[in-house]
């Protein structure tokens, strides 16, 4: 019975340890979380924090952001609600800068945007905070059907993401405009019939050729010429497409792609033609920062990184403001072939500077007017 009793008790261990065996290897192993995985679980715990709504300015008109916005919560059900406001100008973010500074204040929005001319005297001052993940960390761990995030789109320094592009080109009232006189370049803005007839924005929108070494003699001395050929300031891109499309200015150079195309396909104007130079000056615009003691940093971060990628396709429908390489962007058809001039984080950091030569070349005593 003894000697039954021990290979009993022997057969027992070895068929617990095949079992054991046979569980390990069944077992499926847990799988650590992604950057991107990480993001929107810190995002997620942010926003239930906050009830499930955030704030959010941007320079973005209520049109073109609503249904973007719209797309974003489809993407991230547990932000329930997102009270959008549109910034306009650069004067809010001077008060903002003096009220940053002090103690304890946090920004009014929980995602906001920082007007450009302002963006180097916020990041000296101290007030922009690197994100809670690496930018290219999050952006190697996207899902695979998303669109791949490129590199130019990120601050080398690991400070923002661009979030949009800012195509310029010039625009002409096709009923004032005709056969060959319609513009095909950025030469035809100097034409001499054009004399005391052309408008541009009293607010740089050329800062792309500014910074580009291989475009920036010739731009220059393309604003010296067009000042000596009676250019007209506009105050603002929607003032140019306006006087444009009333007829009361024959054309405008420098004009916003989105600009533009907002007037054409939302309000129906049809005296309005949007013609795209090469080479196309580019800025990526609408850089999100994560400001220093922010509400929820993750959720900055998160909305950036949706934007530059999934978010293009709604970015492009809705906003006009796709990178033009992207094949689903409104402008993508219009740049095809072109030569894009690029104003990147680092052309961003000189717009001060841009601004001052601009004003100089034209003789601006103060830059004015929306984007």
């Known amino acids: 019975m003894s000697d039954l009793g021990s290979l009993s008790r022997k057969l027992g261990m070895y068929l617990g340890a095949a079992a054991g065996i046979a569980l390990l290897a069944g077992a499926q192993p847990v799988q650590a979380q992604t950057a991107y995985e990480k993001l929107v679980a810190a995002s997620k715990a942010e926003v239930d924090k906050l009830g499930g709504t955030i704030k959010m300015a941007l320079d973005w008109p209520d049109e073109d952001a609503k249904p973007v916005l719209t797309e974003f919560m489809k993407t991230y059900n547990f932000v329930k609600k997102i009270d959008f406001e549109r910034e306009t100008g650069i004067d809010p973010f001077g008060r903002y800068l003096i009220s940053f500074k002090q103690p304890g204040v946090t920004a009014p929005y929980d995602v906001m945007h920082i007007a450009s001319e302002y963006e180097q005297q916020y990041l000296e001052a101290g007030l922009f905070t690197k994100p809670p993940f690496d930018y290219k960390e999050v952006a190697a761990s996207l899902p695979k059907d998303w669109p791949a995030l490129n590199a130019a789109n990120l601050d080398p320094n690991g400070y923002f993401v661009s979030t949009t592009a800012n195509t310029r080109g010039i625009i002409y009232n096709p009923n004032v405009v005709r056969g060959n006189d319609v513009p095909k370049n950025w030469a035809d803005c100097l034409d001499p019939k054009w004399k005391g007839k052309v408008m541009i924005d009293a607010r740089n929108k050329m800062q792309a050729f500014q910074y580009d070494q291989k475009q920036r003699p010739i731009f220059m001395k393309w604003f010296d010429d067009l000042y000596k050929n009676g250019v007209v300031l506009g105050r603002g891109q929607a003032q140019l497409v306006e006087k444009v499309g009333s007829g009361e200015f024959p054309i405008a150079c420098g004009v916003n792609y989105h600009t533009t195309y907002r007037a054409i396909e939302n309000d129906g104007v049809k005296t309005i033609r949007f013609v795209m130079p090469d080479p196309i000056p580019l800025e990526f615009a609408t850089r999100l920062f994560v400001l220093k003691n922010s509400r929820p940093p993750a959720t900055t971060e998160l909305f950036g990184i949706w934007a530059v990628t999934a978010g293009q396709?709604?970015?492009?429908?809705?906003?006009?403001?796709?990178?033009?390489?992207?094949?689903?962007?409104?402008?993508?058809?219009?740049?095809?072939?072109?030569?894009?001039?690029?104003?990147?984080a680092e052309c961003a950091l000189k717009f001060e500077d841009f601004e001052k030569e601009y004003q100089q070349a034209f003789k601006i005593p103060v830059a004015g007017g929306n984007r």
Request: net charge positive; with cysteine; glycine share 10%.
């Open 313 to 344: 396709e709604a970015i492009g429908k809705y906003a006009w403001r796709g990178m033009p390489w992207n094949p689903k962007a409104h402008n993508y058809e219009a740049s095809k072939g072109k030569a894009v001039v690029l104003c990147d």
